[in-house]
């Protein structure tokens, strides 16, 4: 019988001044999920750019966005749990290491959560349960990257209470979609201004 890998883990808890929906929504953006380890990694999706998501997605790391140190398969999803009263949002990776040093794991399970605290910020937790044959020399270096994704987090956090706000504003002031069966004919002005649509969460 085949000894059971041994887990290690990070984690991070600390709380980000804004909503729990303003991060809730960061962590749905590619371009947010990018920048918490820029400047240091890129990360760069090697599908088609009309198709590539950071949720689901193979990535190429870059350190500081010159040389590859590997290459990652990003599956993401949501999940919802009650915890002691309070309802907690999650954002699971089940991906896995492809090539270089993170390789050597055979076991990745990255949860990001938030949830709502009573003065309007929200609670960020951030956990990475990870097993392989290299994974007690690489506990040291994703201790000291998941230190570094807190600063970043705290950091950017402080823009996306306004970016969601605006984004709130801008889906409040756009104007009503047409009825298929009352569409004006192509060209009008009231066409153009139904077809539009607010602009997709990222």
């Known amino acids: 019988m085949s000894e059971r890998p041994r887990l290690r883990e990070v984690q991070l808890r600390f709380r980000i001044p804004c909503s729990a929906d303003a991060a809730w929504a960061a962590l749905h953006s590619p371009a947010v999920l990018g920048?918490?380890?820029?400047?240091?990694?890129?990360?760069?999706?090697?599908?088609?750019?009309?198709?590539?998501?950071?949720?689901?997605?193979?990535?190429?790391?870059?350190?500081?966005?010159?040389?590859?140190?590997?290459?990652?398969?990003?599956g993401a999803y949501d999940e919802v749990r009650e915890h002691h009263g309070e309802t907690v949002r999650i954002l699971r990776d089940s991906g896995i290491p492809l090539?270089?040093?993170?390789?050597?794991?055979?076991?990745?399970?990255?949860?990001?959560?938030?949830?709502?605290?009573?003065?309007?910020?929200?609670?960020?937790?951030d956990r990475l349960v990870f097993a392989g044959p290299g994974s007690a020399l690489l506990l040291p270096v994703l201790w000291a990257?998941?230190?570094?994704?807190?600063?970043?987090?705290?950091?950017?956090?402080?823009?996306?209470?306004?970016?969601?706000?605006?984004?709130?504003?801008?889906?409040?002031?756009?104007?009503?979609?047409?009825?298929?069966?009352?569409?004006?004919?192509?060209g009008r002005r009231a066409w153009r201004a139904g077809s539009e649509r607010p602009r997709p969460r990222g």
């Open 35 to 74: 920048a918490m380890y820029a400047p240091v990694l890129v990360l760069e999706p090697l599908t088609h750019a009309d198709e590539a998501s950071l949720l689901h997605a193979a990535v190429r790391l870059r350190l500081f966005g010159l040389v590859t140190v590997g290459t990652q398969l990003i």
């Open 145 to 186: 990257t998941w230190q570094w994704r807190g600063r970043r987090i705290r950091r950017l956090a402080r823009g996306w209470a306004r970016t969601h706000a605006a984004d709130d504003s801008t889906a409040h002031d756009a104007p009503a979609a047409v009825s298929p069966r009352r569409a004006p004919r192509p």
């Open 99 to 125: 090539t270089g040093a993170l390789a050597s794991l055979d076991v990745w399970d990255h949860r990001m959560a938030v949830s709502a605290l009573p003065d309007g910020r929200a609670l960020w937790r």
